[in-house]
């Protein structure tokens, strides 16, 4: 008889299989107006472990179904530049600056400021994604036109277009901010689709805005391709996000002083073409905030709650149309759109851990009211498993490192909690228990299904989150790279005796090739040395040590945490276990853990294993389920870097390669054997510095 473990297989297959041909479709609603159908309809395939939308194409002809979905995609014929259908309904509907002038200042009671792009010399385009351009109705062909990166640059306005200029506050490095707002982006406008789909279109980098404070609204080269190609790399990954239509270069030059050490260096200006059905933000809805007694900022308009009420109104009605149409109340109608952003995030920041990506400046004003990923900065992957990664230079605290993700992500849940409070006093306990009752949970459970996914766990068992955690554990203790790791586990061969047997396995028989190749994938001692180092001196710990235990107001007044202070402690004990270790002591070690743990994984497939009666079937489709969930291409920061430098001496081959690598991160069509994407990062890696100068 076959198992319910074979059964479930025999669906996650035919998932799979029904997928391909419709990934497109799918994944164009994942940011449409019906968004929340998505994300229902996902929710249940969570359940069946199969996070999401993202098992890729599994049929024999690769090559032969890429064309189909291309020509899906694109078509024989769009729309030209001058006829896209623009309807810019948050001009419309939201409050407008009522002052034309475009210089740096406070904007009360506005939502949008409008604005002019600044021209750039000599406009230049890059690349640019068919997929976001058929998003958009818009012929590929149009790329062709002499004037197609004038348009795109913002040098020529597109008929239709309305750019104007956001206003919206933050919370940063958990201080408020006051008004922030669109400093180098431009809103453009929204292009309804011939499918309804609504689609802002966002120039960054466009130049000054009333938000601009003392930058110049520019935006350079090196982070330009970055956002360009991570925020295509993480749809493809099958992670929500904003995405990415174009990048234009130019001739026009601004200065960056890109460590903040004095030492500025001329770089090119550089534009991106932002799409998502909205970029509003968790900030949006902080303008109306009193002063903060720590900061002394208030909003932009502090006590407007009239505003509020205004862009609420508008994110459901346009955003959330099932909840606007299912509840008669306001009141009922924003706690549900609420729940569903908590529940939203808590996905989206599930999907980031799973697959190794830190975004490095979570403030509030870079949090979607969507459950997007948006504004692309400093981020990072993971090469070796580091909980404490930290991919942004400027975050001395490492308040934004990848263990910290899921923690400040529901601190900005609750942020955005209290100023919907000053909307809707009576509701204050609706939006707490929102909060608590949905962000964990919906945590967990995306975590823990993708994660079995990655494993091949197709069923459900108490001690499948000791079994990850000892992954973790055990990639952290030796230095594994948390990729290449992953990816691997589907070629490890598995005794034919598992099946149909309750007998535990000896030691002796897990897969000898696959444990030599996480071997060589773990980085040496010097490295995990490197990484573990304290970034306090001793004399300053102990003069914080002091201080806190003495007068701990006196800590936060010099902008330390408690939490950060333990955290350095912690992180002084194991600087000195790691720094005992020798190479020979690392890899005796480093052999005993992986050992350990490759038995217990096995074990605990023979578990799955035992009433199997096909084998070869169910095998075979447990590495299609891990194939699709573990990619062999990410975006490490080094390879990115290389493009960089190719791109800074006018070379934009390796941008362009890199693209359609990245829209194929699982390797399906073997189109990129040649190209080690999937290699160890070479040691100057570690050295690359991203902060969010751009």
Same mark, same amino acid.
């Given at each position: ?97 009522? !002052? ?111 938000? =601009? ?56 200006? $550089? ?49 959330? $149309? ?5 509840? +008669?109340?306001?009141?009922?109608? !924003? ?113 823990? =299904? ?100 003495? +007068? ?32 020979? =002591? ?12 490759? !038995? ?13 009666? +096909? ?13 699709? +969930? ?65």
């Amino acid at each position: 008889m076959i198992t319910k473990v074979l059964v479930n297989l025999n669906r996650t297959h035919s998932f799979i299989q029904r997928q391909h041909l419709h990934q497109h479709r799918i994944n164009r609603t994942f940011l449409s107006e019906g968004t929340r159908r998505t994300f229902k309809s996902t929710h249940s395939i969570n359940n069946q472990h199969n996070i999401y939308h993202n098992f890729k194409r599994m049929e024999e002809k690769p090559q032969e179904v890429e064309r189909k979905i291309q020509h899906e995609q694109i078509g024989q014929h769009g729309r030209t530049l001058e006829d896209l259908n623009f309807d810019n309904s948050t001009l419309r509907e939201l409050p407008m600056d009522t !002052v034309l002038e475009n210089y740096t200042r406070t904007v009360p009671n506005a939502f949008f400021s409008r604005v002019k792009p600044t021209p750039l010399t000599n406009p230049k385009l890059i690349h640019y994604s068919p997929e976001v351009l058929h998003l958009l109705d818009l012929d590929v062909k149009e790329a062709e036109r002499p004037d197609f990166a004038y348009y795109l640059s913002g040098n020529t306005l597109l008929p239709g277009s309305d750019p104007a200029a956001h206003c919206y506050c933050g919370f940063q490095f958990g201080h408020f901010s006051g008004q922030l707002g669109d400093g180098r982006a431009m809103y453009l406008g929204e292009v309804v689709n011939n499918k309804g789909e609504r689609w802002e279109l966002q120039l960054k980098g466009a130049g000054k805005t009333p938000y =601009s404070r003392t930058a110049d609204g520019r935006a350079v080269l090196r982070s330009s391709i970055r956002e360009f190609l991570c925020s295509e790399a993480l749809y493809h990954l099958g992670i929500p996000t904003t995405r990415a239509g174009t990048i234009i270069t130019s001739d026009t030059k601004v200065v960056r002083d890109l460590k903040y050490d004095n030492n500025p260096i001329q770089e090119k200006a $550089t534009v991106v073409l932002r799409v998502a059905p909205t970029f509003i933000r968790f900030g949006s809805f902080h303008v109306a905030n009193a002063t903060d007694p720590i900061t002394g900022r208030s909003g932009s308009s502090p006590g407007k709650t009239e505003m509020l009420k205004t862009l609420a109104d508008y994110v459901i009605k346009y955003h959330f $149309t099932e909840i606007d149409k299912k509840f +008669n109340s306001f009141e009922d109608k !924003v706690v549900a759109w609420f729940e569903e952003l908590v529940k939203r995030t808590a996905r989206m920041v599930a999907l980031w851990q799973c697959v190794g990506w830190a975004h490095g400046v979570l403030n509030t004003d870079n949090m979607s009211v969507l459950g997007l990923t948006i504004d692309y900065g400093p981020f990072g992957f993971l090469d070796a498993y580091n909980p404490d990664f930290i991919c942004n230079g400027s975050d001395n605290e490492g308040r934004y490192s990848f263990k910290n993700q899921p923690s400040i992500c529901k601190w900005n849940c609750e942020e955005l909690a209290r100023s919907l409070v000053l909307l809707l006093p009576t509701e204050k306990k609706r939006f707490e228990d929102a909060v608590e009752k949905y962000y964990e949970s919906e945590y967990n459970t995306t975590f823990m =299904s993708k994660m079995r996914n990655k494993l091949g766990l197709m069923q459900e068992l108490p001690e499948d989150k000791k079994l990850i955690d000892d992954l973790l554990n055990a990639m952290q203790d030796t230095g594994a790279d948390y990729t290449n790791t992953l990816r691997c586990l589907s070629r490890m061969k598995l005794p034919a005796k598992m099946a149909n047997s309750k007998e535990e396995q000896p030691e002796t028989t897990i897969d000898n090739s696959v444990f030599q190749y996480i071997l060589h994938q773990l980085v040496p001692l010097k490295t995990i040395i490197k990484q573990a180092k304290p970034q306090v001196s001793d004399r300053d710990v102990q003069m914080l040590v002091a201080m806190a235990q003495q +007068n701990p107001m006196m800590l936060r007044m010099y902008g330390v945490s408690e939490e950060f202070l333990l955290k350095e402690l912690q992180r002084r004990e194991r600087y000195q276990f790691v720094k005992e270790l020798t190479e020979d =002591s690392k890899s005796e070690r480093d052999q005993k853990i992986w050992r350990t743990w490759l !038995v217990a994984y096995q074990e605990r497939i023979a578990k799955e294993m035992q009433d199997v009666e +096909n084998v070869e079937e169910y095998l075979s489709k447990r590495v299609d389920v891990m194939d699709h +969930n573990n990619p062999k291409f990410i975006l490490r920061n080094y390879i990115a870097q290389v493009a960089i430098e190719k791109a800074e001496k006018g070379d934009y081959s390796e941008v362009k390669r890199l693209f359609d690598v990245l829209k194929d991160p699982y390797d399906l069509g073997k189109n990129f054997q040649e190209y080690s994407y999937d290699g160890l990062p070479p040691d100057w890696a570690s050295d690359i510095c991203v902060t969010c100068s751009s």
